[in-house]
């Protein structure tokens, strides 16, 4: 009998020890090892580099190392599916860019996730206007000129693409498009460099794109700005007004980035996560490392940044759907 006390008092012990330390486990303070935050494209663009100015402000944060990856191609899909399957513990979180998580839920009719089911969104940290720029020699300087010309001459004039159908600057042209009755000749093309090659060539005449591919040819006056896609003027380019003041209320066309995470993270590693974020965008600093990359700081609260994706998503669906636009 004082065999079976002494073991159980032993048993009970390990048992205590054993919970004692699952619950100094649970109790952790996040994060506690390195963090693999993944890009869903090749070093470099707006995305990638954003990424990784937020990976070296957290990893000095947290005294923990968040390590890039960039996983590009199949649309983002494959990256996309990759944070879809990962734990929820806050240790793969993936910098979501508007094309994969705003663009593709109306683009492909069978993707593999729903973003605002399959994911948290934790927040924003940037949004990417785009301008409409003209040849230099164009002779309508302004909105209502262009679009006079254009009522005169259905389909005369051409519209470059940066970018394939169902990208960013091909929907803000059908944005443009229906929001104004305008006909122009869509010409896409496979980047933004070979479409502001025939756009400064004369072979095009008009064109949405980045302020960061753009500004350098606005400032050698190669292109002419004509209107910005944001709510408000840019800092970068004050005297160029936005398509919503010239009167299109409520025009809005970005490309944007945010952090999000597989669905079912603890609630106090969300508020953290959301917190820190808020923090690194909010630092003068990185807001000037962003502007200047003709990027705007998204200081929306993690409620308000998921409202703007349920938003996004549906627009775009939208107009995928008005347009008739398919994958090819």
Known sequence: MAFLTSATRALGAAVVA???????????????HPVRLIVPTPPGNALDISARLLARELTQTWNQTVVVENKPGGSGIPAMLTAKSAAPDGYTLLMGPSSSVGINPGLFPKLPYKPLEDFDLIGGMYTAPLILVANKDFPHHTIAALL??????PGHYSMAYGGPYGSTQHL?????????????IGVPYQGSAPALQDLIGG???LMFDSVASTLPHIRSESVRPIAVTSPARLALLPDVPTLAELGYPGFEASSWGGIIAPKGLPPEVAKKIAADLQAVVGRPAI???LTRLGLVPDTRSSAQWREFVGREIDKWGQLIKTANIKTE
Request: a negative charge; proline letters at 5%.
């Open 148 to 153: 006079q010309a254009a009522a005169r001459q």
């Open 287 to 289: 807001q000037e490392e």
């Open 203 to 205: 072979q095009t005449q």
């Open 18 to 32: 054993a919970g004692m330390l699952a619950a100094q486990a649970a109790a952790a303070p996040y994060p506690d």
């Open 172 to 184: 803000s042209a059908e944005l443009f498009k229906h929001a104004t009755g305008a006909d122009f």
